[in-house]
């Protein structure tokens, strides 16, 4: 079944650090949904989410765009995900005081009825439907490591010094891998994509029902950006809700940063 999408997406600096290190942007052309969050010092971290941000949205948009040369969308679009890896490396390799230049990626593809989720770091993306927030990513850090072999509990895991430590970034080596997931869609799914900022902030359950609380997506963006704060704003944060609708969404509020 086709599918109509609306979207919004907003990106706070939080209350405590001065720069946005996090990059969103998307094309409702390819169905193509990005969410970054950068690191390595002064700004370089804002311009890694940048980079990466582009080569996604770049790759779909080239004249040699051909997803039939994947076997799966999520295999394509986790081509997509190695291209902004290497664009990363690329930039990082230009100047010498970029070097540990990286961010994470949360990236989703809708095509078909169809949903592919691809992703590297802690960056996350969820799928609400029906009322329930489902995760849908797994984060490449120490901590979640820790926990997916139970030397920690999820409490530990709240209070750790190495939640930050991550095992997978764009930007750390020339070759990554990406974890990469598909589902089939139905009516009235939301996804969201999300930078840790929010996710470590905000519980799964009050994001939940911030989303199914919210007459607009535009509303629950601006809601979750603002529990995050109210939380601390420790860290930037960003989110990025996708709604489908089996008929055409009436004048969508849309919230927009980032390339389109």
């Not at 070759?175 to 939301?190: K, N, P, R, S, Y």
Request: proline share 2%; net charge negative; charged share 20%.
């Amino acid at each position: 079944m086709p599918f109509s999408l609306e979207v919004a997406a907003k990106s706070d600096v939080g209350r405590v650090r001065t720069n946005n290190e996090d990059n969103f942007a998307y094309d409702l052309r390819y169905g193509v949904f990005v969410v970054c969050d950068g690191m390595g010092g002064q700004a370089y971290g804002e311009v890694a989410s940048k980079i990466a941000v582009q080569a996604v949205l770049d790759m779909f948009r080239s004249p040699a765009h051909n997803p039939a040369l994947a076997s799966t969308r999520a295999e394509y679009l986790a081509a997509a995900v190695v291209s902004a890896n290497a664009s990363v490396r690329a930039a990082e390799k230009e100047q010498a005081d970029r070097a540990g230049m990286g961010t994470t990626i949360v990236t989703l593809r809708i095509d078909s009825g169809v949903a592919a989720v691809a992703h590297v770091g802690d960056s996350r993306a969820y799928l609400w439907r029906g009322g329930t927030l489902k995760p849908l990513t797994e984060d490449h850090s120490l901590v979640a490591e820790q926990m997916r072999r139970g030397l920690i509990t999820a409490e530990q895991a709240e209070s750790s010094s190495w939640q930050n430590v991550l095992l997978r970034a764009l930007g750390a080596a020339d070759e990554i891998e990406v974890d990469i997931g598909e589902l089939e869609c139905a009516e009235g799914d939301v996804f969201l994509l999300a930078t840790d900022g929010l996710t470590k902030s905000v519980a799964n359950a009050e994001i939940a029902r911030i989303i199914a609380g919210s007459g607009t997506i535009a509303s629950a963006c601006e809601q979750l950006i603002r529990a995050a704060n109210d939380a601390g704003g420790d860290d930037n944060a960003t989110c990025m809700l996708v709604r489908l609708s089996a008929h055409a969404a009436s004048s969508p509020q849309i919230l927009f940063e980032g390339p389109i």
